[in-house]
């Protein structure tokens, strides 16, 4: 079932803002990924979070996770021009699935 | 290079005429997926297999087939398309891992389908 949802379904930023994004779960998960797709192209990974950890960085990305509340949120720092893509959790649950939310399209203006 | 083909990239078919999308990976990874993205749905998932000749279905598998006969190949058959079937379909392989690990998944560039 479709159990990730992203807040807010869209975005739109000035260039050096940050940009956060935000998604909620149904269910109990062993972890949370955050995927960025490009328009009509494939995902790519970009950050893992299991379910005893509260924060991670990555560079320029910040996740949280709040198993209590079935949140997690992504923060952008300094946002580029190409950083507009848009951006999707995916919990798991399980060892074999993931499941992925609506997605957040972010667009920044240069 | 690790990656995830898929074949074809665009696909223009009519209603009825059998269909085969192929999905190869060349990372020896356990876990393959196939997903269809639809406008305001997000990815949702078709069927998922966790090694040669073992595969399950997600949450949409309704006129599609999957099979697993090697590890690096796992095809998406429309036996009978129709055309609530237009989509963007992303094949997607991860490793197995050990017990308690979690990895990310590898996806394909996609294929879009149009079913007339």
């Known amino acids: 079932s479709q159990q990730g949802e992203e807040d807010p379904q869209a975005l739109s930023i000035q260039e050096g803002e940050n940009a956060t994004m935000n998604c909620s779960y149904k269910?109990?998960?062993?972890?949370l990924q955050w995927y960025r797709q490009n328009s009509g192209r494939g995902l790519v990974h970009l950050i893992l979070?299991?379910?005893?950890?509260r924060e991670k960085h990555s560079g320029r990305l910040r996740v949280t996770l709040d198993t209590s509340k079935k949140s997690s949120s992504l923060l952008i720092t300094a946002s580029r021009a190409a950083d507009t893509a848009s951006y999707f959790c995916?919990?798991?649950?399980?060892?074999?699935?993931?499941?992925f939310g609506k997605g957040t399209k972010l667009s920044v203006i240069p | 290079e690790a990656q995830v083909t898929q074949n074809p990239r665009y696909l223009i078919t009519v209603t009825g005429k059998k269909l085969t999308v192929t999905c190869s990976q060349n990372?020896?990874?356990?876990?393959m997926s196939w997903y269809r993205q639809d406008p305001g749905l997000g990815l949702r998932q078709i069927y998922y297999?966790?090694?040669?000749?073992?595969?399950d279905k997600g949450d949409v598998p309704e006129g599609y087939k999957v099979s697993r006969k090697e590890k690096r190949n796992f095809p998406l058959i429309l036996e009978s398309p129709s055309p609530n079937q237009t989509s963007l379909y992303f094949c997607?392989?991860?490793?197995?891992?050990?017990?308690?690990?979690?990895?990310?998944?590898?996806f394909g560039p996609g294929t879009r389908l149009t079913v007339l």
């Open positions: 995916a919990s798991g649950a399980g060892s074999y699935q993931l499941t």
């Open positions: 269910t109990s998960i062993n972890n």
């Open positions: 979070i299991r379910s005893n950890e």
């Open positions: 990372m020896n990874h356990e876990y």
């Open positions: 297999s966790m090694n040669v000749e073992v595969t």
């Open positions: 997607a392989s991860r490793p197995a891992g050990g017990v308690g690990s979690y990895n990310e998944q590898f």
